[in-house]
C-alpha cells in the first residue's frame, strides 16, 4: 500500500480485516471446554496479570481489558483465566495473512489480528465478494471459531471505522461508500472515530464540532487550525475518501528539555525524577504516534557553561522511558568511571535535554498487546491508566514475574513486522 495522494478515492476497494477476540478465540479454537465459556488471555495469570483478550462471553459479564486478575476473579468467579500464548496467535495469524494473500496482490498486516487489502488496481475484482469469501475461508481452513469483521471503504481509515461498525450487524461486514457516509456517520459521537481520544473531542466540541459527521463537513483549514496543524487536514483527508493512512510522519527527531533553577538544582532527587519526567514524555509522544526510536541523545549543561554530549544507537528499537533512562545511566556510569570525573548529574547542571531519532513505526506493539480493549479508549491511554494505578514499571513486572521464554515472546509477538516475507509463505 503506497499510494497516498490527494486524490479523492471513488470506489469502496480498501478491506480492513479485524479478528474477533482473537488471542481468545485463538484459545477457544483448540480448546472445546473454552468454547461459549468467559475466558480471558493474560499476559500472567497470577493475582497481578493484566487480562488483554475476552472472550464475547467475558465481555458480555461486563469485563474489562486491562483490568487485574485480581478484581475480575473478584466479581466474576467463572471467569477462566488463560495464560497468552504467542505462538499459537502468531501461527494463526500467518495463516490467515496467507489467505488473504491469495485474493490480493497488496495486503498490509497492521497488527496481529488485522489487516489491510487493498483491491484499488483491481478493478475486475468484487470487494464484497471477496470479503464474504475471505470470513467463509478463514473459518473453513484456519479455525471454525475463528470470525472476523470486515470494512470495505475508498480508504484504509473508512475500512477500519467500517469493521469498528460491521462488528455490530450480524454478518459482521459493512461498506461505506459516497452515497451512505453520512448516515454511517449521524450516529457516532467524536470519540468512535478510531484515534479520537477525549482531549480532542473536548477540542472539537469547543470549536463547534460536536459529530463526526459535522468534522466530515467542517473545511480542512477549520480542521487544521483545532489540531493545530497538519494531522487536521489529515483528518479531513480520512472523512473524504483520500488515503492517508501511509503518510509517512514528518517527524525526524523529537526532544525534551527542561532548565533547572538554581534552586531546584540543589536536590539530586529533584534532577533525577526530572530526568525520568523527560524520558515519560518522550515515551508518552513516540506511544501517541507509533513510533519507536533508534537512536537517542543526551545532554547535560551547567552553571559554568560548559555541557556533557551523548548520542547513541539501539540496536532493537526503544519506545519506554525505563529503556531510554537505562541506557542512558548505564554510559553516563561507564563514562564517569572510565575518566574517573566528578558525577554527570550533579547540582550545577542548568538544562537537560533528552532527544529521540531515527523513528521505526512501531505500529502494532501496543495494538497487539491489548489486541481487545474497548475502541473507544485509545489503548495508549489504557496503558498509561495502567502505568499510574500500579506505578510505571507495573507493566513490564508483571511480564518480568513469568519466566523470561515469555517476555521474550511476548516482545516478538508485538510487531507484525517480527515476521519476515518469508513466515507468509506456506
Ligand atoms: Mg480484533
Request: charged fraction near 25%; hydrophobic fraction near 40%.
Amino acid at each position: 500500500m503506497n499510494q497516498n495522494s490527494v486524490v479523492i478515492k471513488k470506489d469502496s476497494r480498501v478491506l480492513f480485516v479485524d479478528m474477533d477476540s482473537f488471542f481468545a478465540r485463538c484459545e477457544q479454537q483448540v480448546n472445546y471446554w473454552l468454547r461459549n465459556r468467559p475466558v480471558g488471555v493474560c499476559v500472567y495469570t497470577g493475582k497481578y496479570g493484566c487480562v488483554i483478550s475476552l472472550s464475547k462471553e467475558a465481555k458480555a459479564l461486563g469485563i474489562r481489558a486491562g483490568t487485574r486478575l485480581n478484581d475480575v476473579m473478584a466479581i466474576c468467579p467463572e471467569f477462566i483465566p488463560v495464560e497468552s500464548n504467542p505462538a499459537r496467535y502468531r501461527a494463526y495469524h500467518t495463516k490467515i495473512i496467507n489467505i488473504l494473500q491469495e485474493y490480493a496482490l497488496d495486503v498490509v498486516p497492521k497488527s496481529i489480528d488485522e489487516a489491510i487489502i487493498n483491491l484499488s488496481n483491481q478493478k475486475d475484482t468484487d470487494p464484497l465478494t471477496i470479503a464474504k469469501q475471505i470470513k467463509k475461508d478463514i473459518l473453513e481452513r484456519v479455525g471454525d471459531w475463528l470470525t472476523c469483521s470486515i470494512g470495505i471503504a475508498p480508504n484504509a481509515f473508512l475500512a477500519k471505522l467500517a469493521s469498528v461498525r460491521g462488528k455490530k450487524l450480524p454478518e459482521g461486514l459493512l461498506m461505506i461508500t459516497h452515497e451512505n457516509i453520512d448516515e454511517v456517520l449521524r450516529p457516532l459521537k467524536l470519540g468512535d472515530l478510531p484515534g479520537i481520544g477525549g482531549n480532542m473531542s473536548y477540542r472539537l466540541e469547543r470549536a463547534g464540532i460536536m459529530t463526526p459527521l459535522d468534522m466530515r463537513h467542517a473545511g480542512p483549514h477549520k480542521l487544521k487550525a483545532i489540531f493545530k496543524g497538519i494531522e487536521g487536514i489529515f483528518w479531513h483527508y480520512r472523512l473524504n475518501f483520500i488515503e492517508t493512512n501511509i503518510v509517512s510522519h514528518e517527524y525526524r527527531g523529537m526532544q525534551a528539555m527542561r532548565q533547572i533553577s538554581a534552586e531546584k538544582r540543589q536536590n539530586i532527587a529533584y534532577i533525577d525524577q526530572l530526568f525520568m519526567t523527560l524520558c515519560l514524555t518522550l515515551e508518552k509522544r513516540m506511544v501517541k504516534h507509533k513510533f519507536r526510536c533508534k537512536a537517542i541523545g543526551f545532554t547535560a549543561r551547567y552553571a559554568d557553561d560548559t555541557r556533557w554530549d551523548d548520542a547513541f544507537t539501539t540496536t532493537t528499537p526503544v519506545q519506554d522511558a525505563i529503556s531510554m533512562m537505562n541506557m542512558i545511566k548505564l554510559r553516563i556510569e561507564k563514562f564517569q568511571q572510565m575518566m574517573n570525573c566528578s558525577p554527570i548529574f550533579n547540582n550545577e547542571i542548568t538544562q537537560m535535554r533528552v532527544s529521540v531519532t531515527n523513528f521505526v513505526d512501531s505500529g502494532s506493539m501496543i495494538y497487539s498487546l491489548f489486541e481487545d480493549i474497548d475502541k473507544k479508549e485509545t489503548v495508549f491511554k489504557t496503558m498509561h491508566d495502567i502505568k499510574s494505578r500500579f506505578g510505571s514499571d507495573k507493566l513490564i513486572r508483571a511480564v518480568e514475574m513469568t519466566d523470561g521464554q515469555v517476555i521474550k515472546d511476548v516482545i516478538g509477538f508485538g510487531s507484525v513486522k517480527d515476521l519476515s516475507e518469508l513466515d507468509y509463505k506456506t
